[in-house]
C-alpha cells in the first residue's frame, strides 16, 4: 500500500479530477458530473432543487408576464435578459444528465491520455504542459465570469442599501433583482419578509453559478486537448522519419502516429456528440440576452452598471466557445501543410510514403464544432451574433 502512495506521488500527469480540479468540483457540486450510477439520483436532487426555487420562478414569470401585458417594455427587457440564464440553466442541466453516457466517456478519455503522458519522453511531455496552460485559463475564465457576476446582483443591491441606510433612515431596499411579488406586493419590502427573500434569492445565485463554471470550463479543456491531441501526432511523425534507424522502425512508428491520428478524430466526434445540442442552444439564447440588455442601456440612456456587466458577461458567454473552436480548426488546417513537411524525402520508401500520402489526405477534412450541424462556432460566427444582436437592437428602438 505505501508503495503505491509512492508511486502515485511521482507522477507528473494526473487525471482529469486532479488536474482540472475546478471545473470537476463544479461539474460534482452542480450535480453534472457524469457519474453513470448516479444520474437518476441527480436528476431528481436538481429537481427537488428547482421546487425549492419554484416561488421565485412564480413570481418571476408573472411579473415578466405582467410588464408584457402593461407594455412595461423596460422591465420586461430587463426580465428577459435572466430569463435567457434561466432558460440555459434548464437546458443544460437535463441535457448534461441526459448525456451522461456520452460526457462520461469523453472525461475518461482525457485522464486516459494525461496518465499516458507521464511515459513520455520531455518533448512530448512540453506539449502536454503548454496545452494544460491553455485549458486552464478556459477553466478559470469560467470559475471566474459567473462568481462574479453572480455576486453582482446581491452585492450590487447590499452596497447601495448600506450606503443610503447612513445617509437615511428612509432608504431603499432593494432585491436581488427588483421585481413586484404576486399576492404579497405589500409585504415584500417589509421586515422580515425582505430579508428572507434576499436571503432566498442569494441561494438561487449559489445554485446557478457552478453549473456555468462547469460544463462550459470542460468545453475549453475538451477543445485544448484535441488540439493537443493533434500537435503530439505530428511530432511523433516527424520524429519517426528524423530518428528511426531502419524502415522497419519507420513504418511501426508511422503506424503508432497513424493510430493516435484516428484516435483523436474518434475524440473530435466525442466532442461534437457532447457539446453539439448545448453550443446551438448557447447561439440561439445569447443573441436575445446581448440585445436586450442594449436596449435596457438604450431606454435608461445611461450605463446601469449591474445590466450593463451581465451584457459583457452575454459576449464572453459566446465569444469564449467561439475562440476556443476556431482555434481548433486553425489547428486542423495546419496539420497537413505539418505533415508534408517531415523528412519524408530523405527515405525512399514506397510504403512510408503512402501512409503519410493516406495521413495527409485524412487530414485534409477540417475539425469543425457546430451546435447540431447547423451553427459553424468560430470567430465569424461571433462577429455575426454581435452584428445580429445590433440590428436587433436598432429595429426594436425604430
Known amino acids: 500500500m505505501e508503495l503505491k502512495i509512492n508511486v502515485n506521488e511521482e507522477k507528473k500527469y ?5 488536474t482540472f480540479k475546478l471545473c470537476a468540483f463544479s461539474l460534482a457540486f452542480a450535480f453534472l458530473y457524469p457519474n453513470r450510477t448516479t444520474a437518476l439520483k441527480r436528476c431528481i436532487t436538481i429537481t ?5 426555487c419554484g416561488g421565485q420562478l412564480f413570481w418571476f414569470i408573472t411579473y415578466t408576464f405582467k410588464c408584457l401585458y402593461t407594455l412595461d417594455i423596460y422591465n420586461f427587457a430587463r426580465n428577459m435578459t435572466l430569463a435567457v440564464v434561466l432558460v440555459l440553466f434548464f437546458i443544460k442541466t437535463y441535457y448534461v444528465i441526459y448525456a451522461t453516457s456520452k460526457f462520461a466517456p469523453l472525461l475518461d478519455k482525457i485522464s486516459e491520455d494525461l496518465l ?12 502536454y504542459d503548454e496545452h494544460i496552460k491553455i485549458a486552464k485559463v478556459g477553466e478559470i475564465s469560467w470559475l471566474l465570469i459567473p462568481t462574479i457576476m453572480s455576486a453582482l446582483f446581491p452585492i450590487y443591491a447590499g452596497c447601495l442599501m448600506s450606503i443610503e441606510s447612513i445617509q437615511t433612515d428612509d432608504y431603499e431596499r432593494r432585491m436581488v433583482h427588483d421585481m413586484e411579488l404576486l399576492f404579497v406586493e405589500d409585504i415584500q419590502s417589509e421586515t422580515p419578509f425582505f430579508q428572507c427573500m434576499f436571503a432566498y434569492n442569494c441561494v438561487q445565485c449559489v445554485v446557478l453559478v457552478p453549473n456555468y463554471c462547469g460544463f462550459d470550463g470542460s468545453f475549453c479543456i475538451a477543445t485544448t486537448h484535441l488540439r493537443l491531441k493533434l500537435k503530439l501526432m505530428v511530432l511523433k511523425m516527424d520524429n519517426a522519419f528524423k530518428h528511426s534507424k531502419s524502415r522497419q522502425e519507420l513504418r511501426t512508428r508511422m503506424y503508432e502516429a497513424i493510430k493516435d491520428h484516428q484516435d483523436a478524430l474518434d475524440f473530435y466526434v466525442q466532442l461534437q456528440n457532447v457539446y453539439g445540442p448545448w453550443l446551438f442552444a448557447v447561439f440561439l439564447l445569447t443573441s436575445f440576452m446581448i440585445s436586450f440588455n442594449l436596449y435596457q442601456i438604450y431606454l435608461l440612456q445611461r450605463i446601469d452598471p449591474k445590466y450593463t456587466s451581465f451584457g459583457v458577461v452575454g459576449v464572453l458567454h459566446i465569444y469564449l466557445p467561439c475562440h476556443y473552436a476556431s482555434n481548433l480548426t486553425a489547428i486542423s488546417e495546419e496539420i497537413p501543410d505539418d505533415l508534408y513537411l517531415v523528412k519524408w524525402e530523405s527515405w525512399a520508401d514506397p510504403v512510408a510514403t503512402k501512409l503519410l500520402i493516406f495521413m495527409i489526405a485524412r487530414a485534409q477534412k477540417q475539425l469543425i464544432v457546430t451546435g447540431m450541424g447547423l451553427v459553424v462556432f468560430n470567430m465569424e460566427l461571433f462577429k455575426s451574433i454581435l452584428q445580429t444582436s445590433y440590428s436587433f437592437f436598432t429595429l426594436i428602438t425604430a
Open 14 to 18: 494526473k487525471g482529469f479530477n486532479e
Open 48 to 52: 427537488l432543487i428547482v421546487t425549492f
Open 116 to 127: 499516458v503522458a507521464n511515459d513520455l519522453e520531455e518533448e512530448y511531455q512540453k506539449l
